[in-house]
């Protein structure tokens, strides 16, 4: 069989195999094959000083400085968003909490056996509502932390 690198459906190794016509590669042919010593060192001119770009943390940015500056901020420079979560969070538990209680009252004057039911439900509702609420902060803050790193 000869090596036509035209002819149709021909997979036959080149001659001298695909070192090419010279022979095998430079250092032994197949796997297993450990390189001549010095053929894999460091780069000319030593070693790169310092790690490799785009590792490390990023830059520390300072979040507004309090309340209060970050509601007269009006060039919008820093996110006001991670200030308010804890207190929008405060505030919807304060709410939930006093739903209940006004929501037992109001069923305790009508019968005891259902205000019991009522305070036992409504505990329940509360933990499941204060978790959807820290769920969704909890996105809102992963959202405005994403677009603080790519405002850098």
Same mark, same amino acid.
């Given at each position: 069989?000869?090596?036509?690198?035209?002819?149709?459906?021909?997979?036959?190794?080149?001659?001298? =195999?695909?070192?090419?016509?010279? =022979?095998?590669?430079?250092?032994?042919?197949?796997?297993?094959?450990?390189?001549?010593?010095?053929?894999?060192?460091?780069?000319?001119?030593?070693?790169?000083?310092?790690?490799? =770009?785009?590792?490390?943390?990023?830059?520390?940015?300072?979040?507004?400085?309090?309340?209060?500056?970050?509601?007269?901020?009006?060039?919008?420079?820093?996110?006001?968003?991670?200030?308010?979560?804890?207190? /929008?969070?405060?505030?919807?538990? @304060?709410?939930? @909490? /006093?739903?209940?209680?006004?929501? /037992?009252?109001?069923?305790?004057?009508?019968?005891?056996?259902?205000?019991?039911?009522?305070?036992?439900?409504?505990?329940?509702? @509360?933990?499941?509502?204060?978790?959807?609420?820290?769920? =969704?902060?909890?996105?809102?803050?992963?959202?405005?932390?994403?677009?603080?790193?790519?405002?850098?």
């Amino acid at each position: 069989m000869s090596y036509d690198p035209g002819a149709p459906g021909d997979r036959s190794q080149p001659p001298g =195999g695909y070192g090419g016509p010279g =022979g095998p590669p430079p250092y032994g042919s197949g796997y297993g094959q450990q390189p001549p010593p010095g053929a894999w060192g460091p780069p000319p001119g030593g070693p790169p000083q310092g790690p490799p =770009g785009g590792y490390g943390a990023p830059p520390y940015q300072e979040p507004s400085k309090n309340f209060f500056s970050g509601l007269i901020d009006f060039k919008f420079g820093s996110y006001f968003t991670t200030v308010m979560l804890p207190i /929008v969070y405060a505030l919807g538990l @304060v709410y939930l @909490v /006093v739903d209940l209680i006004r929501s /037992v009252y109001v069923v305790f004057q009508l019968d005891s056996g259902q205000g019991i039911l009522a305070l036992v439900f409504g505990l329940i509702g @509360v933990a499941f509502f204060a978790g959807l609420l820290k769920v =969704g902060l909890e996105l809102v803050k992963a959202v405005v932390e994403g677009a603080e790193r790519d405002r850098r």
